[in-house]
């Protein structure tokens, strides 16, 4: 249920600083969702953008989609320490309801 | 979307015992997922629970070791069963929303540890 890739692995900025992190998959979908995780917690579900979606916003996150190039992007603007945690992408095929994860991406944010 | 609630939060367990993992949904949901998640990884999913069917099992994963149970549609167990050290991991329920336009609910984990 893995076969995606995210980078960067971990990364860490300063509070107020925006955080960047990418995905990469490989077969082809129906959406892609992000998902936050609080120090092995349950997840939380973010921001789901469909295959036919470029680019959406909800607060302060934006979601890029590329579907030619199999990847896409979030973007944390302005972050808090309260954004420390670690962020999953997960697809969504046509074909069945299954979840297929990245690797995930530990973002620290330094008061 | 629908709130799970998922118990026991964390256990410390001996070798060779078995523990049953529950969750619980506030609404009735056909589509459960049970899923692993060793420290530091991602999730590994062990095996889809449809109401009134047989779990779908992933590779790597039999019904011997990790018994669910889908007796109607608001709730799923869980069972690692005969535990080794190695069975130390996060363990997570999750349900697939009605439509395919909102994410996942996960429940809040079981975090156990054998000694």
């Known amino acids: 249920s893995q076969q995606g890739e995210e980078d960067p692995q971990a990364l860490s900025i300063q509070e107020g600083e925006n955080a960047t992190m990418n995905c990469s998959y490989k077969?082809?979908?129906?959406?892609l969702q992000w998902y936050r995780q609080n120090s092995g917690r349950g997840l939380v579900h973010l921001i789901l953008?469909?295959?036919n979606e470029r680019e959406k916003h909800s607060g302060r996150l934006r979601v890029t989609l590329d579907t030619s190039k199999k990847s896409s992007s979030l973007l944390i603007t302005a972050s808090r320490a309260a954004d420390t945690a670690s962020y999953f992408c997960?697809?969504?095929?046509?074909?069945?309801?299954?979840?297929?994860w990245g690797a995930g991406t530990k973002l620290i944010i330094k008061p | 979307s629908a709130v799970i609630s998922q118990k026991p939060s964390r256990d410390i367990c001996q070798r060779g015992t078995s523990l049953t993992i529950q969750c619980q949904v506030d609404?009735?949901?056909?589509?459960m997922f049970w899923y692993r998640q060793q420290p530091g990884q991602s999730l590994t999913l062990i095996a889809t629970?449809?109401?009134?069917?047989?779990?779908?099992?992933e590779s790597g994963f039999v019904i011997d070791k990790f018994p669910i149970s889908r007796p109607n549609l608001t709730f799923s167990t869980l069972t690692v069963s005969n535990m080794s050290p190695e069975d130390s991991s996060i363990y997570l329920c999750?349900?697939?929303?009605?439509?395919?336009?909102?994410?996942?609910?996960f429940g809040s984990g079981t975090r156990l540890t054998v000694v």
């Open positions: 953008i469909r295959s």
């Open positions: 609404s009735q949901v056909t589509m």
């Open positions: 999750s349900v697939a929303p009605g439509t395919s336009n909102y994410g996942y609910t």
């Open positions: 077969t082809s979908i129906n959406n």
């Open positions: 997960a697809t969504v095929s046509d074909s069945n309801y299954q979840l297929i």
């Open positions: 629970a449809n109401q009134g069917s047989e779990a779908t099992y």
